[in-house]
């Protein structure tokens, strides 16, 4: 998967350059992030808005990766498209993500 | 009644061929981008589980995949020969999976995995299982929009 990252003070932007995160690519995925837990960043951004679908195995991997961070992380979301937004309501991730609507928002809201 | 049969080796990467193939004629059926995207989204999770549980994941296999287009609904069976569901699938199918509350104060508690039979019960009208001789088909219905209607 090919992701173009930004760091903002503490905050690690990755903004993920696929449209969609499904079963094929979620090893990967989650491979990437928990790399970047690995690589000592704690707080973390994932910018959506390039993302147009995500089932139920990109969504596992972003709960991997949530626990991989451990309590002192903080693995947030931003820019999620309506249909990807409606995927974390309806498996109600929603409240286990915190979800901005742009990487400002976020970075300004985690720093 | 229309209906296309779309057919695709059993590699997840294939998956996507399908999906967005049905998302398109579901649009061009009269649903909305979002009702499109949610059948879309539970194809892909039906193919998902077919290759996975049904086929192990083994490759050169295939998953067929009907799309038909009735009057008032639109009707998705996913097909494959692979192993049929276990009894106790089967259970947790019809009955659906109690859904724990979720939050960060449990996250330890919440699967990575398992969400793909619930969202389909959840996004369409109807899910079915059926074991037809050694064939399993997932059979999910989802009527058109109402349109003009508050």
């Known amino acids: ?111 | 009644m229309r209906r296309v049969q779309l057919v695709i080796d059993s590699e997840l990467a294939d998956v996507s061929l399908v999906a967005v193939a049905v998302n398109g004629i579901c649009v061009h059926s009269g649903f909305d981008h979002i009702g499109a995207s949610q059948i879309e989204l539970c194809t892909a999770e039906a193919i998902t589980n077919a290759i996975r549980h049904a086929y192990h994941g083994q490759r050169g296999l295939t998953v067929s995949v009907v799309v038909s287009v009735y009057t008032n609904h639109i009707q998705v069976d996913v097909c494959d020969n692979g192993k049929p569901m276990s009894s106790d699938q089967i259970e947790r199918f019809v009955g659906g999976t109690e859904v724990a509350e979720v939050g960060r104060v449990n996250l330890a508690s919440i699967p990575e995995g398992g969400r793909g039979l619930q969202i389909m019960r959840d996004l369409m009208d109807t899910v079915a299982y059926i074991r037809e001789g050694d064939v399993n088909r997932l059979q999910m219905t989802k009527k058109f929009p109402i349109i003009g209607v508050d």
């Open chain 1, 1 to 111: 998967m090919r992701f173009q990252e930004t760091k903002i003070g503490s905050v690690l932007v990755a903004k993920i350059l696929e449209s969609r995160i499904s079963a094929d690519v979620a090893p990967s995925f989650k491979h990437h992030l928990v790399d970047y837990v690995a690589k000592g960043n704690q707080i973390i951004v994932l910018d959506m808005s390039d993302v147009t679908f995500i089932d139920s195995s990109g969504l596992g991997a972003l709960i991997a990766s949530l626990k991989a961070m451990g309590d002192n992380g903080e693995l947030a979301l931003c820019g999620a498209r309506d249909t990807v937004a409606s995927m974390f309501k309806l498996t109600r991730m929603n409240k286990v993500f915190r979800m901005f609507s742009s990487p400002e928002e976020a970075v300004s809201a985690l720093s």
